[in-house]
Each structure stands twice: as C-alpha cells, then as structure tokens.
C-alpha cells in the first residue's frame, strides 16, 4: 500500500543545504531520502525527549535559528543552566 504524500517548501540555509548534499552523496541517496530520514530520527528523538525526559538533538534544534544556522551562545552557558528556570 503506498503512503500519502504532500510536498513540502521550506527554506533552509545554503550551509546546511551543502552539508545535506555532501551527506547524500556518502550515502547515495537523495535529497527527499535524506531529509525523510532526518524528519523520521527528528520525530523518533521527539519521542525519547517526551518519554525519557532528554535529548541532546532536542536541545540542539532549539539553538537553532530562523534561517537554520545555530545561533553561538556564551561561553559556559549550558543546556543545563538554562532548563531550571520556571520549573
């Protein structure tokens, strides 16, 4: 049975578009392969976040910013200083 599909726009910055070209061609697969899988580990790490209470990937997309490039924080400021407040 084939699964449904949408197509999907998003920007994402030129820097990470050549890691993921650079990745495919490690892999051999292409750039809707690449990315699926990434969507699917993203979605799979989601869960473990949810259920195991961490994720290091979790973390990782939160510094991410609006154009896909990681925003770069101080030095020693860590996840772990960040995540008590309000709690």
Request: hydrophobic share 40%.
């Amino acid at each position: 049975m084939a699964a449904d599909t949408v197509r999907v726009n998003f920007m994402m910055s030129r820097e990470n578009l050549d890691r993921v070209d650079e990745a495919c061609s490690r892999w051999g697969v292409n750039r809707t392969a690449f990315i699926n899988f990434a969507c699917m580990n993203f979605l799979h790490q989601e869960e473990l976040f949810y259920t195991d209470g961490f994720s290091s990937k979790m973390m990782a997309a939160r510094q991410m910013g609006e154009d896909g490039v990681f925003r770069e924080f101080p030095v020693g400021l860590s996840d772990e200083s960040s995540q008590g407040a309000g709690e």
